[in-house]
């Protein structure tokens, strides 16, 4: 499957954090092709293994989230209107206007409803207003028999590709993690003499509690991980330290979270395979799996790698198609010559 259409694929598949299990099962029949074993767990990881057939190979762990940020209905009112709550990080000030689409058993679609700007009163412009105070218009005036309570709500925008290579959708953070290791995967099918085994980890709720990656990392304890997410973008309007150049390529991890070896070893392979990256300096919590893996069981050396995204957090993220490939190459290369050690 060509990486837009793999896009386009995984990020039409709503997994709220929490809600993943569908998604989970989807996505594993993605894997299936190019691993020995796929299975989604109680939690709603995917974990599956390739193995390369050397009894004491060491196992390297690829994880990336399968979970996206969403809301949850609260209450439901007269004349089709929904109460909700936001489900991980959202900015209310994006809010207003937004379409959604409601997860029950047969989806339906919604606007957060909004007053428009001739109804409001002086100096109403300039307030955000809170999300306990926002309701979605579904239109149904049996909402109260169609929509319970608790059911998990998506932003309904669907992906869009921008002119120089790049595509805007909901939810890359963090599909596009999720892409690049099926791609290395795939590329993995031209290592003949591969001396690791590669475990995955798609892993679930991230975005609110870490649960996926501490009990999806405890299950494989491996003694390499590699976490694949994203980082901010450079816009105008956004700081020049800390974002990073759509199109730059892989944006490597630095820090006391990341094993000093293993980021040592990948910005070699990086180098020698002429893959653009840049380096990320993270002085302390990743805000990524990274930070969760490194210290499950005995302790797992961890790496960071991460793909640069414009708009993080809304429903109109965007990434370039390039920094995605040159992730999958950058794991493909690092992982089809890699002996099982690093320095320390």
């Known amino acids: 499957m060509q990486l837009k259409q793999l896009l386009r694929t995984l990020c039409d598949l709503p997994a709220v954090s929490g809600f993943e299990q569908q998604a989970a099962r989807q996505v594993a029949a993605l894997l299936q092709p190019y691993c020995d074993t796929v299975e989604v767990d109680r939690n709603g990881n995917v974990l599956a293994c390739k193995k390369c ?78 999300i306990d105070q926002m309701t979605i218009d579904t239109g149904l005036l049996d909402a109260k028999d169609q929509i319970p309570v608790g059911t998990p709500i998506v932003f309904a925008q669907q992906p869009v590709e921008l002119l120089g290579g790049q595509l805007c959708s909901k939810c890359l953070d963090d599909r596009a993690g999720v892409a690049a290791i099926i791609r290395a995967l795939d590329k993995l099918g031209q290592a003949q003499k591969r001396r690791c085994d590669v475990a995955v980890l798609i892993s679930a709720q991230e975005e609110v509690t870490g649960l996926g990656a501490q009990t999806g990392a405890f299950a494989v304890q491996p003694r390499y991980a590699i976490a694949v997410d994203v980082t901010h973008g450079k816009t105008p309007d956004g ?22 070896g293993l980021t040592r070893a990948l910005i070699k392979t990086a180098k020698a395979n002429d893959i653009g990256h840049t380096l990320e300096v993270m002085e302390g919590d990743t805000g990524t799996n990274a930070w969760t893996m490194q210290i499950v069981a005995h302790g797992i050396a961890t790496a960071l790698l991460s793909i640069p995204e414009k708009y993080m957090h809304t429903s109109v993220e965007v990434v370039a198609l390039s920094d995605v490939e040159a992730v999958a190459e950058l794991l493909y290369q690092f992982l089809a010559d890699f002996d099982g050690e690093v320095d320390a």
């Open 53 to 130: 057939g050397r009894e004491d190979a060491e196992t390297v762990l690829l994880d990336a989230h399968l979970d996206q940020i969403g809301f949850i209905v609260t209450e439901v009112l007269e004349g089709g209107f929904l109460r909700f709550a936001p489900v991980g990080g959202v900015d209310p000030r994006m809010l207003l206007a937004a379409e959604v689409t409601i997860l029950t058993d047969e989806p339906r679609y919604g606007v957060v409803s909004c007053l428009p700007p001739h109804l409001l009163r002086a100096g109403e412009q300039d307030k955000a207003i809170p």
């Open 239 to 260: 700081p020049s330290d800390g974002t990073f150049e759509l199109g730059s390529g892989v944006a490597i991890g630095m820090g006391p979270n990341l094993h000093r």
